[in-house]
DNA sequence: CGGAGTATTGAGTGACATCAACGCGCGTGG
DNA sequence: CCACGCGCGTTGATGTCACTCAATACTCCG
């Protein structure tokens, strides 16, 4: 655990453009699964009280605190994470660009994990009265939130597979396609390029392997020509393959167009 | 993988007495979480359109197909899986009485995985109809049931930390921990002893390790008198040290009484 | 130019997997 | 009632994947 200085900027709560256009790409992951109704858009881009900004390393939820608002990650690649008593650290989810980070929150639900920034990181608020009013007003958007609950859940049961079952070359492969997919959704990646703003002890922490090991298994899909990956940026150079090796399917993902 | 003789008694479409006593546990699972209104246990009780049972190793949900109707498990264990291309199997969630099984399944969500019934399983079903018409009139039952789906959310992510961080004799502990809390917050369990209808096999593939060192790891906490376990009946002989031993700590749960 | 953080490499160890065999309880059929 | 077979639990021997420890390179930054 890295040191915490948590540098947050509040801005004033009359949703400015410029903020709106930033919850651009929350609306681009919501699209991601479904259509989106453009009143709904505005409902949710609305109910935005503000925007804060933090440095790499900061804590954006403190374990064992409840936030007082909910958040959806603007920039910046975040993750959430456990602690046990030896030190050992899970990282249980990932948080890219559009996604939210603790829509569950505004429910009266107790978690004893921390949501950390892995690089540079901004995000956007939603207070939890907006959020339940919103839940009494729109059930057409409370479905859509509902749903990317649910999408996240799928991909921890898919981590659980990767965790339990694959191998860790193949499980590094199939989080690398993960990825790029997710960041492809929300227009982060292209051509088979993304950048990895995170270490690979972070990754190492996500996929349960040592630095060591997971730095040999990106060595492996190395040296057999699967990806390329100098500092952070990433380069799949045979994606069918990578696909075939970490037994890569994006349905879990729920992503309603192709990927490729 | 085993057979797949599916059994299933459909029963007429009015809720029976009889059908809505066994659907108390439903109800007892929620209120595990929050108060529940009596009016909404009403509206969900009036949803489920039938009930149905399953033999052992029946197939519940089969892979790739989006079920017609949403189930809730009346009785026996039941668990949701997948099998990677080398035959290996993971659960990624287990299922006990009072449990919704594929609460998601509603929103037009995609999976490739399945769920299998462990012992004999009756279901309680609702359809997706009117699950949609319950998100558009009753927000306060909605909330609800989202939170049971963050509930199940949470407990993935704690799995992902028993699966990449703890050792095989801890996360086994952990894993007794939470059946005989999750039992005991819908009364089936109490006393520190519960039955367990599944195999070591099922464990063991939900804790991603092997039968032969699952069955190693329950030894070790038999030999250091924390459990005694006889064919099904599991009993915790020593509660505190069990839970010390496999870092259990309940919160994740989301339950608003305390355990012992 | 030094220092911190990260990536990489090597060597040795250990936890868990695999393979194989045996016991045990239970249901089934003779 | 017993013989048989099957599923499951248990045990031992051996193999291997991934961890740990330790040292060295690379890159950025002050």
Redesign the interface.
Known sequence: MKSVSNVAAFRPAIASVSQRSQFDIVIRKLRSF?HVADEDVSVLASAVSGTRSFDTCASIVTPGKTPPHISALLEGWAG?Y?I??NG???I??LYLPGDFIDL?SF???????GVIAFSGCKTAQVSHESLQQI??TE?RL??LL??S??????T??????I????SAGAGTAHLICELYTRLKAVRLADNHRFCCPITQLTLA?T??LSTVHLNRSIQALRAKNLIQWHRDKVTITDWDQLVDWG?F?P??L?MNEPVG
């Open positions: 479904d959430r456990k046990l008593r050992a650290r899970q249980t989810a569950h429910l009266p639900t107790k978690t004893d994990d839940t009494e059930p409370t479905r509902w749903r609950t649910l999408a996240a859940a799928a921890h049961r898919e981590w659980l597979t965790m339990g079952q694959m922490d996929l349960g037994e399917d349905t879990y729920q």
